[in-house]
């Protein structure tokens, strides 16, 4: 256990890692759904002419697209928080290098929440198709620049070779075959993320009505195609971080393996339950188990991240930091209201989905 | 000698102040932060009254209401939350870094609420029509709940930065936590937001269709009682401004004419508006179209932003009071600047740097970097060159190593005689519209002056008995 990153390192160290690991893992969680959600509907805005009810994935999708980008934003808190104390001097030079890319993610989330909202208004619907299409894909440009822009800020923290180029830094993800690399893992993640939560959504009364078999056809279709974009982003990533051995070295090293195995595991779990005919057996049973995957992947894609940035971050050097944070306390307060208080979360969903489904 | 804290890649934003930056996110922040706090507690005094059968209408109103809050608080509130700490990394990275450093469980906590707040407000939002009274009443109290905990916990860091109290001495959270300034500025800040919430109440009612005029005016006397609790501000304004530091309360009373403004700005819409609240809509049950509720909405908002204006200025000359100074360089960080220098460790190259004619001048740039940009930019709002433009270069050299007694609520310059010999190059270079040729100052005599108006002005802050002492001969 004590070879598996985080707990490879001091226990302070540790536990940060481990709160940052964590929660990123679940701000991910919801940016899965975000991410393949937006690009549903812009491919949906695009492919037919007259937006309606027909299709439930779009349905559903279109209908939950602003509160998921809600919970990705309250989830993101998190982790912001924590890499600015696992990694302050890192993170903060990364966010000054790429100063305006940086302030900008502020009105892209703005806009994408509007955008998102107005896609779910029925005013939408009857709008002609160049305008929907336009809607649909500003949005998903926003979500892309977010995402990417994150993607930058992480490449910044962790090559400090790149912040001696500082009056003028690169535009670009930092090494282009790297970034496209972590991209495809991403997005594939993504799509089976979010393709887990629609299932759960679908087969849940109240919340997306009875899974039809067309849709059911559809998911499958779109489970398979992010299992097979996995499978090809996986074996990318590696074929490009071959060439470069120190990362491929962090990647390989023994503390990042068993997030490794998790993901392979996650992978099997997710295609084994993939629906194959509409009125499965144990639907729901079934449903749950992939939304489990789903999470796994995420809590993989996270160990693996953070554990690729701690090679690079020299430890050892921050430990002493770590420490004397630490030494602050009030962490006891913080466990004991983050168990009372996931406990009114559920209570608040119990209630919600319980009136919800009776009235279904 | 102590270990040197990291120096940052810092920018500047053209001609606008980095205070005024972050000042204006943080305006809109505090505004839209106490309308969801506010909101909370209104919406379950309109429950309550829904549930008890007293008001048929406000079933509906709670519904309407709650649209708006998710709209406008849900989606620009949170976010402008995250802003703040985007803005403030770019604005003094080393300051919200401290910040972060000492209370970062405090932060992970207040996130806990706002996950609750944020849950069982979409759950409310997405399910509350069809819901019966009971359950609507405890996602509304769980939100509200919440999100006055949000409040709980962000106040305390907020105040900790002007009245860190007994932090100074132990340097543990709860001492900095519950600081003097807490308990006033807390309850102050809960009756702002009742308030902020009732005043947004009277458009919405205004705004929602199918209420008949004496439906509208029934909700909108429900919706004063929420303004009641300003009877209670001056008070707490008083019993806050009495925890404040003696120097930052001088500054308010005169001691810095825009300060003093501000604080009648703030005081002076706060009780037209209290007055009309009291007077007007409790007392006198007056009715209140949209177009005046947005007057008042409006100037509610400007007595947030002026008294912000206020608790952010009154800090001065510090960010972290006795901890950290405006230009996030700490009071014993001064004393090694003022032998090894400050500005000439920074590796960060100037974004034009080789249009720069010799080294001070660079030099000179990186002082202005680090030590003033945070306050003033160059040419545009609080400009230098404007401030000191009239100054001889006498004048500039020792104004500027006399900084702290300059003004009193300057930080001590931070830095060794060569360092402010180049801040005044680069002055004058620029304020003389940046020529290609500038000759490198070499004047051993006014290093010999500056030197000694240093050593004159000592290294303590110009407000305390310390540093009157230092003056002393």
Redesign the interface.
């Given at each position: 256990m004590s070879e598996v990153f985080p707990f490879n390192f001091p226990v302070e160290t540790a536990v940060y890692l481990f709160?940052l690991t964590l929660s990123w893992a679940l701000h991910f969680f919801f940016v899965g759904y975000v991410v393949a959600g937006s690009v549903y509907l812009a491919a949906a805005s695009l492919r037919r002419s007259n937006s309606g009810d027909a299709d439930p994935i779009e349905a559903v999708v279109r209908d939950w697209m602003p509160?998921a980008l809600?919970?990705a934003?309250?989830?993101?808190?998190?982790p912001?928080?924590?890499v600015?104390?696992v990694y302050?001097?890192e993170?903060?030079?990364a966010?000054?290098?790429i100063?305006t890319r940086?302030?900008l993610?502020?009105p892209a989330?703005?806009t994408a929440?509007?955008l998102f909202?107005v896609q779910k208004t029925k005013r939408f619907a009857n709008w002609r198709r160049p305008t929907r299409a336009g809607i649909a894909l500003a949005a998903l440009a926003c979500v892309f620049f977010v995402g990417t822009t994150w993607m930058r800020v992480h490449w910044l923290t962790v090559n400090k070779s790149s912040?001696e180029d500082?009056?003028n830094p690169p535009l670009d993800f930092g090494n282009g075959h790297q970034a496209l690399a972590r991209g495809g893992v991403f997005f594939a993640a993504a799509i089976l993320l979010g393709s887990a939560v629609v299932r759960a959504q679908l087969g849940s009364p109240g919340i997306g009505g009875s899974p039809l078999s067309g849709a059911a056809r559809r998911l499958s279709r779109i489970m398979g195609f992010g299992m097979a974009a996995m499978i090809a982003a996986l074996a990318g990533a590696a074929f490009v971080y071959r060439a470069w051995p120190g990362p491929w070295m962090a990647l390989t090293a023994r503390a990042d393996q068993p997030y490794w195995v998790l993901m392979l595991v996650a992978v099997l779990i997710f295609g084994v339950f993939i629906p194959s005919r509409p009125e499965a057996a144990r639907a729901r049973l079934r449903a749950r188990a992939q939304l489990l995957a789903a999470f796994f992947i995420a809590v993989a894609l996270a160990g693996i991240r953070e554990g690729l940035r701690s090679r690079f971050a020299m430890m050892s050097t921050l430990h002493p930091r770590h420490f004397s944070?630490a030494e602050?306390?009030?962490?006891a307060?913080?466990a004991a209201?983050?168990a009372v208080?996931?406990a009114?979360?559920a209570?608040?969903?119990r209630?919600?989905?319980s009136?919800?489904e009776r009235?279904a | 000698m102590d270990r040197l804290p990291?120096f940052?890649?810092?920018?500047d934003f053209g001609p606008l102040m980095k205070g005024m930056v972050i000042g204006g996110m943080g305006i809109v922040h505090v505004f839209l932060a106490q309308f969801a706090i506010g909101g909370g507690l209104l919406l379950c005094y309109f429950q309550r009254l829904a549930s008890g059968g007293r008001d048929p209408l406000a079933r509906r109103f709670i519904d309407g209401y709650f649209k708006a809050l998710v709209?406008v608080s849900?989606?620009?509130g949170?976010?402008?939350?995250?802003?703040m700490?985007?803005?403030a990394?770019?604005v003094s990275?080393r300051t919200?870094?401290v910040m972060?450093?000492?209370?970062?469980?405090?932060?992970?906590?207040e996130?806990?609420?706002?996950?609750?707040e944020?849950?069982?407000g979409?759950?409310?939002?997405?399910?509350g029509v069809?819901?019966?009274d009971r359950?609507r009443m405890?996602?509304l109290a769980?939100y509200s709940v919440?999100a006055w905990f949000s409040l709980f916990w962000i106040n305390g860091i907020l105040s900790w930065q002007l009245t860190p109290g007994a932090w100074v001495v132990r340097?543990?959270?709860?001492s900095g936590f519950f600081n003097p300034g807490f308990w006033p500025s807390l309850l102050y800040r809960t009756a702002s937001s009742m308030t902020i919430a009732a005043l947004i109440a009277f458009i919405v009612i205004n705004a929602m269709p199918g209420f008949s005029s004496d439906e509208r005016r029934g909700l909108i006397r429900r919706a004063s009682n929420l303004m009641l609790p300003m009877l209670f501000m001056p008070a707490l304004a008083v019993w806050y401004f009495l925890t404040m530091p003696a120097d930052s309360r001088s500054w308010l009373l005169g001691g810095s004419p825009a300060m003093s403004l501000f604080l009648a700005g703030a005081a002076g819409s706060s009780m037209l508006l209290g007055g009309y609240a009291l007077i007007g809509l409790v007392r006198q049950r007056l009715y209140i179209n949209g177009a005046t509720a947005t007057t008042l909405t409006a100037l509610a908002f400007s007595a947030t932003a002026c008294g912000e204006f206020v608790r952010e200025g009154s800090r001065k000359p510090y960010t972290v009071r006795e901890a950290l100074y405006a230009n996030s360089i700490t009071p014993e960080e001064v004393k090694i600047a003022r032998v090894a220098g400050w500005a000439g460790r920074d590796p960060?190259?100037l974004?034009d740097?080789s249009a720069y004619p010799n080294s001070q001048l660079v030099l000179g740039g990186k002082v202005f970097r680090l030590q003033c940009g945070v306050c003033h930019t160059l040419d545009g709002a609080n400009g230098l060159t404007h401030l000191v433009g009239t100054w001889s270069i006498e004048q500039r050299r020792m104004n500027l190593a006399r900084l702290q007694h300059t003004k009193p609520f300057m930080p001590p310059f931070a830095g060794n005689a060569d360092e402010l010999e180049a801040l005044v190059q680069f002055l004058g270079w620029h304020g003389a519209g940046r020529p290609r040729n500038w000759t490198r100052s070499n004047d051993e005599a006014a290093r010999r002056s500056i030197q000694g108006w240093l050593d004159e002005a000592g290294t303590g802050p110009g407000t305390t008995p310390a540093a009157e002492a230092e003056r002393e001969p």
């Open positions: 709160l509160s809600g919970a934003i309250t989830a993101g808190v998190a912001l928080l924590f600015q104390v302050q001097v993170f903060y030079t966010g000054l290098l100063s940086f302030m993610i502020l989330l703005i929440f509007y909202y912040w500082l009056g944070l602050k306390g009030g962490w307060v913080f209201f983050a208080n996931a009114c979360i209570a608040a969903i209630i919600a989905r009136r919800c009235q | 990291a940052y890649p810092l920018n709209l849900f989606v620009l949170a976010l402008t939350g995250v802003g700490w985007l803005t990394i770019q990275p919200i870094g972060v450093d000492e209370f970062h469980w405090v932060w992970a906590t996130w806990t609420f706002f996950c609750v944020v849950v069982a979409y759950a409310f939002y997405r399910c069809r819901l019966p359950s405890a996602l769980m919440a340097r543990t959270v709860w960060y190259p974004p740097e």
